[in-house]
């Protein structure tokens, strides 16, 4: 999942990027906007935000403002407040998945157009409600983890759940390696 995670995002944030250089340099360099290049471009802007929140959830590495942590003295503690917040996230994302649905539900039955290439507009509309409904998802998921290891036992367990990004890694390791320092196998 994490390789098509990485190649599709990689694509969307391209092709974005390439529709702004695009409209750039038509429009300063040779002065003449191309008409319809941002209705174009908004499709692959929306299903990126979308899918990199997605992936967020997926990888469980949103931001966060642990504040709280600092005065908690057990991992347990820390453990129950996790899981208090995790709570709260799927409460908010399951409101807004509904909402979204309802707004989903709108966009279809009006089916609106793009003003100048008539692009059905549903086409990134539709990325609001499916990217909601996975990261509703993920949310449980995590939740449903994080209980799980409350009550699986009394003692205290690492609440540090987040994995570090496979770029952290590789950036950590280039460093080393720059400073001369050598690697076991």
Do not use: C
Not at 45 to 62: C, F, H, I, K, P
Not at 150 to 162: C, F, K, N, P, Q
């Amino acid at each position: 999942m994490e390789t098509v995670f990485k190649y599709t995002l990689t694509l969307l944030i391209t092709t974005v990027a390439g529709f702004q250089a695009v409209q750039v340099i038509s429009r300063y360099v040779f002065e003449t906007p191309m008409m319809g290049l941002e209705e174009m471009a908004l499709i692959p802007t929306m299903w990126l935000y979308m899918l990199g929140a997605v992936n967020a959830s997926r990888e469980d590495t949103q931001i966060r403002a642990n504040v709280l942590d600092v005065f908690l003295k057990t991992d347990r503690a820390r453990l129950w407040l996790v899981v208090i917040s995790e709570t709260i996230s799927l409460i908010i994302s399951s409101w807004l998945t509904w909402w979204a649905w309802d707004y989903f539900k709108y966009a279809n039955r009006v089916w609106k157009e793009s003003p100048t290439l008539y692009i059905p507009t549903i086409i990134y509309e539709a990325a609001l409600f499916m990217g909601l409904v996975v990261m509703t998802l993920y949310g449980a998921w995590h939740l449903l983890k994080h209980l799980r290891t409350l009550l699986a036992s009394g003692e205290a367990h690492r609440v540090d759940t987040i994995r570090e990004p496979a770029e952290v890694t590789e950036f950590k390791l280039l460093t080393e390696e720059q400073k001369g320092e050598k690697f076991h196998d």
